[in-house]
């Protein structure tokens, strides 16, 4: 091309009119067009018409929420408790013998007693206690001696006590605490001390005993001291032994029943610990009662005298 066709290519070029590209919502590219009027500008660009959305209609009903009411259920009424008891049951307390034979005196008549026991009558032909303490109830009111008060029933109510309370504590026998109490003093709380080398106060007579109401006149004898004298002969003391003792050594020393144990423990108890040994007829001692265990075997069938 020469350069003068080239120039006159301008020039027609410079006199056109270019309208720029319109844009459309579409967002496509469209060439521009040639309207009528022999114009290549494009129309003002119209926004697109957004029809507004109709808003729903205010909800003119009320809304009614029903609240249930919470009802809270009455106090339950106790009427009782019921405790269960516990899978192991309490140990109970130790049983002292207090008797076999339910009769209500004793039978036959009182027998004099030879030999060691073995063949004396067994403790299941024993009267209950409470017999035995009502057969020698009466005398224990009228047991005292020439010039000595009786016993007041309060006192005797306190032999009785003291009876039951030294068996439990020490193991032995009730009736065999009372018929010793019968047999050394007819259980006069008042009774005097004897005295052959060793002193024997209270209503057992007891080794050297601490306790006795020899010194209160008229005046009544404490229970206290009641039960102190019963505690002497039972347990024993500081010098000398007592019915428990007895019990004891003859149960280690070839005594083979509970009444051979404690004809045993009668004999020791009237003289002496070293008094007795196995296969001793108990009714000959060296200087002491002959009679004693068999008196005791004779008040424990229930004879008074």
Known sequence: MSSARAFLAVLALAGSSFAAPV???????????????GSWDAPTAVAPVSTPTKAPAPI????TTQVKPVTTPPPTKITSIVVKPTTTAPKPAPTVPSGGNT????SGTKQHYTGDGSSWPSSEKWLTFDTLWNLNKDGLSKGC?????QNTPEEILAIHDGILSESKST??????ILAVIVQES????????TNLGVNNPGIMQSHNGPNDCTKVGS???????????????TFG??????LKHGIEWAGQNGATSEAQRVYWSSRLYNSGDFSYKKGDDLSNPPDATPAYSSDIANRLLGFVF
Do not use: L, W
């Open 186 to 193: 007819h259980g006069c709380v008042r009774v005097g001390a």
């Open 103 to 106: 009769s209500n005196g004793p």
């Open 145 to 149: 001696g020439s010039g000595i008060k």
């Open 60 to 63: 003119t009903t009320p809304v």
């Open 219 to 233: 005046g009544p004898c404490p229970k206290e001291k009641i039960v102190g004298m019963i505690h002497d002969g």
């Open 237 to 242: 003391t500081a010098e000398g032994s007592g």
């Open 23 to 37: 844009a459309y919502d579409d967002g496509q590219y469209h060439p521009p067009t040639k309207f009528d009027d």
């Open 171 to 176: 193991g032995v026998d009730s009736r065999f």
